[in-house]
């Protein structure tokens, strides 16, 4: 199984040219399959003798790759989509051919020298001091979590007495993973402070809500929780408010920029995000609004002395690997085991340069703001909230719940565009999450017809 041969080598042209035919031009919208459809399809694919390199490539190319939705393409717009550049869908296929292990600067310095480059372009954007660092991980989710993990710890470190209680600090446009890391790294209560009129925390209700609480529960917060563009509607909190309370409280400032961070490198927006330098953890995911593919999340520390403190794992096989003055991306998250993620990210970096990266932010961003225009002249539909950032919340008047799911599914059965349901302030309306620079105001106009 293990030995090279001629077998090997003419399966590796045929993968090669399946990927170069893939990122050749965009790919259908494509359907899912239910899994009755896909056992009928497929039959056993995983059996004693194998089923050989032709057949189960076959079944990829012919049934399993196009029950996945495609979501590079340009009318895409559910959730929070992707938009790879094609050199970084390249490098990630070098990077899975050179099978590099990147959780120690001793097994992988040239692959965690690149990866560091890439995450100071990230720091700079936001202004974290030059001492700022960390890795990259898997995701948002890995990524808040192993935030808040080096938080508690140095919570608990310098207070001088343990509360009653730990607590963290949110609202209700705090993303979900924020809110499943809590409750998985301790029996931690969430305080909520309230949103203003488009849902975004300022550090006057922070205030206000930490002067209404009871004094043992404030006696338990040791983070908070700003969001630089929220993921359902797109907007960025009061980061410099909240950091001036976070500061006063003695407090950990956590920074989710998980889809909005991207904004930084945009100079339009760039205000919008004044405080993130005042962060403590700062995370955004290249794989969203930064071009990169599935899956890298940049996280960043100002001090990484504080997350060595938490992550650090020892074990006497590790000895050799944990050495003063090296950078070990396994010493700033949850993860030890890791790929080397952030290459690809890095890869189109140097290949493209920042300011053509500047240039296909700042084209989303024109997008938007001309789809909001679309809209506000649209007789049946509204804007329900002011766009910040590339999220677009749209009400189609006179629609229920069920008419959205019908359009929905009708979308994606013509293979025009992929845009689900959500809810904004109890009620259900739509979005449109516009990060790949190829989505036209066309496209936007095909689908507010398809609305009428």
Known sequence: MHAYTADDDRIAR???????????????????????QLQAETGETVTDQGI????????????????????????????IPNAPTK???????????????SGS???????VHAENQALRWIADLAGLPEGAGGTFVQGGTVGNLSALVAAREQARRTRTTRPAQWAVCVTAETHSSVKHAVRVIMDAELVEVPGDERGRMTGAALQATLDGLDPAVADGIFAVVATAGTTNVGVVDDIAGIAAVAHAQGWWLHVD??????GLAAPSVRPLFDGVELADSFIVDPHKWLFAPFDACALLYRDPAAARAAHTQHAGYLDPVTVEGEWNPSDFAIQLTRRARGLPFWFSLAVYGTDAYREAVEQTLTITRAGAELI???????????PDLSVLVIERIGWNASDYTAWTARLLDEQVAFVTPTTHRGAVC????IVNPLTTIEDLELIVASMA
Request: charged residues 20%.
């Open 257 to 262: 920029g998980a889809y909005g961070g991207a």
């Open 430 to 433: 739509t979005r449109f999450a």
């Open 52 to 79: 050989g390199r032709d057949e189960a490539l076959r079944l990829w190319a012919d049934v399993l790759g196009p029950a996945c939705l495609s979501v590079d393409h340009r009318r895409y717009l559910s959730f």
């Open 105 to 111: 600067w001793l097994e992988g310095s040239g692959a």
């Open 87 to 101: 050199a970084s869908c390249y490098f990630d296929m070098l990077v899975a051919a050179s099978n590099v292990y």
């Open 376 to 386: 506000r002249r649209t007789p049946y539909l509204r804007l329900l909230v002011e």
């Open 14 to 36: 045929q993968i090669t040219e399946y990927c170069l035919e893939r990122l050749a031009g965009e790919a259908p919208l494509d359907r899912p399959m239910t899994p009755a």
